[in-house]
T-cell receptor, first 116, second 116 residues
Framework: GAVVSQHPSWVICKSGTSVKIECRSL??????MFWYRQFPKQSLMLMAT?????????EQGVEKDKFLINHASLTLSTLTVTSAHPEDSSFYIC????????????FGPGTRLTVL | AQKITQTQPGMFVQEKEAVTLDCTYD???????LFWYKQPSSGEMIFLIY??????QNATEGRYSLNFQKARKSANLVISASQLGDSAMYFC?????????????FGTGTKLQVIP
C-alpha cells in the first residue's frame, strides 16, 4: 500500500517557539492531504484540508494564523505550530488521499508534540 | 448533530468469538464513503475496510466485514474469530463532499479488548 511519512515522530519544545511538522507521500502523488489532532483517549479532529497549490481550508475553531499549512508539492505538506503553548501539546496526524476508486486515506505515523 | 456516532466507548470479547462494533452516520450527500480504522496503542491508523454508498454488497476484508444498512444509516463492523492482537481503538469514519473538496469525519471510537 501507499506510504505516508511524518517528521519528526516526536518533538519537545519550549513555550513560544514554532514547530514544523512534515508530511510526505512517499510513493504516490497526493493532491489532498488532511491534518488531524488527537488528544489522549479522544478521536481524531480534522484541523484542515490541504490542497496542493492552494490555500488550506480550516475547520471551524482552528486558528489559521497559529497552524500554518503549506502544500507546496504533490508529495509534501507542512504544518507549522507558531508560538506553541502547552495546550497545543497533542498528537498530530496527517493523511493523504489516494487516487484509488475508494479514495482511501493513507495515514502518517503521527507526531507527538509536547510544549513545555 | 454528530456526523458519526459510535455508542460503545468500550467492548470486551472472548478470543475466537465474533464482535460487532456499532456505527451510525448522518449525511445529506447522495455519495459518500464509510471507513473503519484500527488504532493500536502505538498510534498509527490502520485502514481496515471501506464501503461506498452505492455499493450493493457489504464489504468484506478477511476477518472484517461491514454490515451496511443504508436506510438505517448504519455501518457496523463485524470482526470474526477475534484475536488478542485485535485489542485496539476502532474508529468509524465518513468521507463526504465532491472531488476536490472532500472531508472525512471520525467517530469517537470504541476501545476493544480481547480476552484470552
Amino acid at each position: 500500500g501507499a506510504v505516508v511519512s511524518q517528521h519528526p515522530s516526536w518533538v519537545i519544545c519550549k513555550s513560544g517557539t514554532s514547530v514544523k511538522i512534515e508530511c510526505r507521500s512517499l510513493d504516490f502523488q497526493a493532491t489532498t492531504m488532511f491534518w488531524y489532532r488527537q488528544f489522549p483517549k479522544q478521536s481524531l479532529m480534522l484541523m484542515a484540508t490541504s490542497n496542493e497549490g492552494s490555500k488550506a481550508t480550516y475547520e471551524q475553531g482552528v486558528e489559521k494564523d497559529k497552524f500554518l499549512i503549506n502544500h507546496a508539492s504533490l508529495t509534501l505538506s507542512t504544518l507549522t505550530v507558531t508560538s506553541a503553548h502547552p495546550e497545543d501539546s497533542s498528537f498530530y496526524i496527517c493523511s493523504a488521499l489516494g487516487l484509488a476508486e475508494d479514495n482511501e486515506q493513507f495515514f502518517g505515523p503521527g507526531t507527538r508534540l509536547t510544549v513545555l | 448533530a454528530q456526523k458519526i456516532t459510535q455508542t460503545q466507548p468500550g467492548m470486551f470479547v472472548q478470543e475466537k468469538e465474533a464482535v460487532t462494533l456499532d456505527c451510525t452516520y448522518d449525511t445529506s450527500d447522495p455519495s459518500y464513503g464509510l471507513f473503519w480504522y484500527k488504532q493500536p496503542s502505538s498510534g498509527e491508523m490502520i485502514f481496515l475496510i471501506y464501503q461506498g454508498s452505492y455499493d450493493q454488497q457489504n464489504a468484506t476484508e478477511g476477518r472484517y466485514s461491514l454490515n451496511f444498512q443504508k436506510a438505517r444509516k448504519s455501518a457496523n463492523l463485524v470482526i470474526s474469530a477475534s484475536q488478542l492482537g485485535d485489542s485496539a481503538m476502532y474508529f468509524c469514519a465518513m468521507r463526504e463532499g465532491l472531488e476536490g473538496y472532500q472531508k472525512v469525519t471520525f467517530g469517537t471510537g470504541t476501545k476493544l479488548q480481547v480476552i484470552p
